[in-house]
Structures are given as structure tokens and as C-alpha cells.
């Protein structure tokens, strides 16, 4: 009995946007572009019996190719646009005396949060949308044109370690190609179960490439899969752009973790830069009671809801065992990082292929048009629900 009930199961497992993707895919009737999150590398092959943490960018490349994605982009290159604009917003605000501190917004669970439980200090959160969302609203506009098709014939794909980023890809704002930005959104477990169903051997396949342009990505764009990734990219970026000197060390290490507060005062240049880095929304409480108060004197703080940042999102391969989801966090964190290291190019602005999208494309109205987004109060003394 049992075997009878469970293959029936497993063929019929995928569930959300999986089962559109699928379609979309056999039908070719629409030009798909996919991206990947930076975790999503460092934590697919587990669903396939590699080793916890086994770092594959290019089998997922490859596997993303097999399954007849017309072009395989990447959530990475977004990363090192938001690290561009963040640290600008940031440089901004401390010239001119903006709102301070300033908090990421790349994580859709804590900006949700805020609105939720803090809406009185949105103002504090970075104007930037998150890395999937000026992605998608970059296929759609830039891409399209690039690769010559209609954007209105372009199905956009976004595979995460994160289930809060399907809610984040459904808010009405996220519109602003002129068409929905992500049309559909898969967790890293549901990706692997798309691999499995299409009989694609992932673990014997030859290394593939993302595409360029949209697919090309620094070491800097890789590390936001780890809680201090962000930070340390904008450092990174800021310091040089501030300066116009190198970075004397790249890896800052003193921003990186696990779950907890880790707080820095950087020296750039004339300025003494003081950072906080939070991982686990329980975690950010007295901080935001800091910034009520108005004597949270930090100018960037990093939050990420999930214990160890995105290496440890809910979509991501599960780990039974506390001991082993330790491991297992503990390695991926460990492959971005190497990843990193391994890069051809190892900060934002180096990029190259994101040099070009600012020297052809994003002028002042492209860049405030798809790059920045507003945030709404969702008290629920105002009627919202958890859920809404
Ligand atoms: Fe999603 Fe967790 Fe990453 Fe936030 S930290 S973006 S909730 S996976």
C-alpha cells in the first residue's frame, strides 16, 4: 500500500509555480529567462546527494539549459546593481543628512516585518529594491532588448532558497518593466524536484555558463547568500567609490557569521563608518527600538530573517538534524565564500557587463524607474492580517 500511494505522490509533488513553469517551458511559446539566487549554488546538489555545502554553479547552469530555459541569468549580477545603488543611497544620505540608520531591504521577510510591526520607520529602509526584483524588471526592459524579443513574450523566472520571495514578486508595486517583473518564483527544493522529474543527471553534468550579460557576477554579488554578505559587499564598493583607492583587504571578515549582532566602526577615509549586521529577525528588536528612540547611531545595518542568512531560507534542501543543519549552514556559507575568493572579479563595481548596463541603458529615469520601490504600512490595527 504504502508503495502504491507514495510514487503517485512524488508525481504529483510540485505545487505553486512549478507547474506553470513546466507548461510554459514545453510550449516555447514565450521567451523564458531564469535567475538563480546566490544560495541556491551552494545548497542544490544536497537534494541530489552530493555533499552538504558542495558549491556547483555550473551543473546548475547546465541543468537550467536541459530543462529549456532560453537564457540563464542571474540573481548574482542584480546583487552587484543593488550593491552599486545601495552604497550611493548610502554615501547620499550621510552627505546630505538623510534619514540614518539605513537598513538593507534585499530580504523580503524582514521588510515585511517592518511594515507590519515598525511601519514608522520605513523611511529607514534602503529605497533599493531587492536583487530578484531589479532582475526581473531588467529582463523585461533591458533584456528583451538585448536579445531582441517582445518583453511582452518574455516569462520570467526566479529560483530562490527563500518562500517569502513568492509574496515579495506578488506586491502590486513590482510592476515596473510595464509588465509583472518576475512572473514565477520556485524555491531551490522545488527546482531540484523539476531536475528529478525531467530525468536530468545532475550530478554528471558537464559544467555549463551562465549568459551574458545579464548573467555575469563578482564575488561581491555571490556572498549576499550569507548573513554579512551584503554589508561586506558595500564596504567593499563604498570604500573605493569614497576613496578612489584599493581596498587594502577584501575579505572583511569581521562582518561575517552566524546567527546574532556583529557590530564594526570601518574608517573610510574621513569618514568613520559604523555598521551592524543582524541575522535572525529576534535579534533586530533592540535595535529598532534604538532607532525609535533616535539614538541608534550606526549609519548601515544589514538585517536577514533567516539564522545564517539565505544559506538557511526555508526553500533551501532540508536538513533533519539540528547537528547536521548546523554542518550544513556552516559549508554553504563556507562555499559562497570560496566562491568569492575563486572570482575572476571580486567587487560590484568591476563588473564588467554591469558597467555596460550603466553606460548604455540605466540613465536617470531607467535606474529610479526599476531600481527603487516604496514601502506601505501594513499595521494590523490598519486591517491587514499576517498573511496580507
Ligand atoms: Fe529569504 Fe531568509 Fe534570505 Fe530573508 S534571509 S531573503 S527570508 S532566505
Not at 88 to 96: D, P, Q, T, V, Y
Not at 285 to 294: H, M, N, T, V
Request: hydrophobic share 40%; with cysteine.
Amino acid at each position: 500500500l504504502l508503495t502504491s500511494v507514495t510514487e503517485p505522490m512524488f508525481a504529483t509533488y510540485f505545487t505553486g509555480n512549478a507547474p506553470q513553469i513546466k507548461n510554459v517551458l514545453a510550449s516555447k511559446a514565450l521567451f523564458t529567462m531564469v535567475q538563480c539566487s546566490p544560495a541556491v549554488r551552494v545548497a542544490i546538489a544536497e537534494e541530489f546527494g552530493m555533499p552538504l555545502g558542495s558549491l556547483t554553479p555550473g551543473k546548475l547552469a547546465a541543468a537550467l539549459r536541459k530543462l529549456g530555459f532560453d537564457r540563464i541569468y542571474d540573481t548574482n549580477f542584480a546583487a552587484d546593481l543593488t550593491i552599486m545603488e545601495e552604497a550611493n543611497e548610502l554615501i547620499e544620505r550621510i552627505a546630505e543628512g538623510g534619514v540614518l540608520p539605513m537598513f538593507t531591504s534585499c530580504c523580503p521577510a524582514w521588510v515585511k516585518y517592518l511594515e507590519q510591526d515598525y511601519p514608522e520607520l520605513t523611511a529607514h529602509l534602503s529605497a533599493c529594491k531587492s536583487p530578484q526584483q531589479m532582475a526581473g524588471a531588467l529582463f523585461k526592459t533591458y533584456g528583451a532588448q538585448v536579445n531582441g524579443v517582445d518583453p511582452a513574450k518574455v516569462y520570467s523566472v526566479s529560483v530562490t532558497p527563500c518562500t517569502c520571495k513568492k509574496f515579495e514578486s506578488d506586491r502590486p508595486e513590482m510592476k515596473d518593466s510595464g509588465y509583472r517583473d518576475v512572473d514565477a518564483v520556485i524555491t531551490t527544493r522545488e527546482l531540484a524536484q523539476l531536475i528529478k522529474d525531467a530525468g536530468i543527471d545532475f550530478n554528471n553534468l558537464a559544467e555549463g555558463d551562465f549568459d551574458k550579460p545579464l548573467g555575469t557576477y563578482s564575488g561581491a554579488g555571490t556572498i549576499f547568500a550569507a548573513s554579512g554578505g551584503v554589508m561586506e559587499a558595500a564596504l567593499r564598493t563604498a570604500y573605493e567609490l569614497l576613496t578612489r583607492q584599493s581596498i587594502p583587504d577584501l575579505n572583511l571578515s569581521f562582518v561575517r557569521g552566524g546567527e546574532g549582532v556583529r557590530i564594526a566602526t570601518v574608517k573610510i577615509g574621513e569618514v568613520e563608518l559604523k555598521v551592524a549586521v543582524v541575522a535572525g529577525l529576534k535579534n533586530v528588536a533592540p535595535l529598532l527600538a534604538a532607532s525609535k528612540a533616535g539614538w541608534a547611531d550606526f549609519h548601515f545595518i544589514e538585517v536577514m530573517t533567516c539564522p545564517n542568512g539565505c544559506v538557511s531560507g526555508g526553500g533551501q534542501p532540508k536538513v533533519l538534524l539540528p547537528c547536521d543543519r548546523t554542518t550544513a549552514y556552516e559549508r554553504r556559507t563556507c562555499s559562497a565564500y570560496v566562491h568569492d575568493e575563486n572570482s575572476e572579479y571580486r567587487k560590484s563595481h568591476d563588473n564588467p557587463e554591469m558597467q555596460k548596463l550603466y553606460e548604455y541603458f540605466l540613465d536617470d529615469y531607467n535606474s529610479q524607474r526599476l531600481l527603487y520601490t516604496q514601502y506601505t504600512s501594513r499595521k494590523l490595527a490598519e486591517g491587514y492580517s499576517r498573511c496580507s
